[in-house]
């Protein structure tokens, strides 16, 4: 029932390196979003991109929607500790386009 | 305002029992949200309630499922005849008030763990 799937699964970087994170789905979408989980805690907004949308960017955080290959990626600028956590795409689908369907995630281990 | 909550944060139940989690949105919030999340994956949609109406529902949703959302404030999910199959995470988004077809993000509860022995 997954919509989205995450790639890499796992990465492992150093502090202050970039971050990619690739998310690919299957059918048409109304918009996308990130979202970041800490371990043992409930998910975190990051950023919400329209599909009629292209790049968007907060703060370090850059994400890009490309409708025609069905992918996204986020982008994590001078990576932190506390930017540890798992990471998900989230599309949104159904009558009302609030049904959310998450990928099975990024684990993001930075290492200071 | 603390956010969305939920209660209890743990349950242990046995296999064939009811359980009943409530959450609480974020006031003036009329979107509210189930997710089911084991282990490793990702959250998985169950149902969404605009105000009181239920106007989603995953088709992956066993009849012994049901939420309500009474006067369109706390919602409560009930699973009836608790299999150890349905033991995950259960959480609660909310999020802003809105035309029907706009998007907003969802603000998550810290979520209700469920272990069915």
């Known amino acids: 029932s997954q919509q989205g799937e995450e790639d890499p699964q796992a990465l492992s970087i150093q502090e202050g390196e970039n971050a990619t994170m690739n998310c690919s789905y299957k059918t048409s979408i109304n918009n996308l979003q990130w979202y970041r989980q800490n371990s043992g805690r409930g998910l975190v907004h990051l950023i919400l991109?329209?599909?009629?949308?292209r790049e968007k960017h907060s703060g370090r955080l850059r994400v890009t929607l490309d409708t025609s290959k069905k992918s996204s990626s986020l982008l994590i600028t001078a990576s932190r500790a506390a930017d540890t956590a798992s990471y998900f795409c989230?599309?949104?689908?159904?009558?009302?386009?609030?049904?959310?369907?998450f990928g099975t995630g990024t684990s993001l281990t930075v290492i200071p | 305002d603390t956010g969305v909550s939920q209660n209890p944060r743990h349950k242990i139940t046995k296999r064939g029992q009811n359980v009943t989690f409530r959450c609480d949105p974020i006031s003036e919030h009329n979107r509210l949200y189930w997710y089911r999340q084991t282990l490793g994956q990702g959250p998985e949609f169950l149902t969404y309630f605009q105000n009181e109406a239920q106007l989603e529902k995953s088709r992956l949703l066993s009849d012994r499922f049901s939420a309500e959302r009474p006067k369109g404030s706390f919602s409560t999910l009930e699973i009836q005849r608790t299999e150890q199959g349905d033991s995950a995470m259960y959480l609660c988004?909310?999020?802003?008030?809105?035309?029907?077809?706009?998007?907003?993000?969802?603000?998550f509860g810290p979520g209700t763990r469920l272990t069915v022995t």
């Open positions: 991109i329209r599909s009629n949308e």
């Open positions: 988004a909310s999020s802003f008030p809105g035309p029907v077809t706009s998007f907003y993000e969802q603000y």
């Open positions: 989230a599309t949104s689908r159904g009558n009302t386009g609030n049904q959310f369907y």
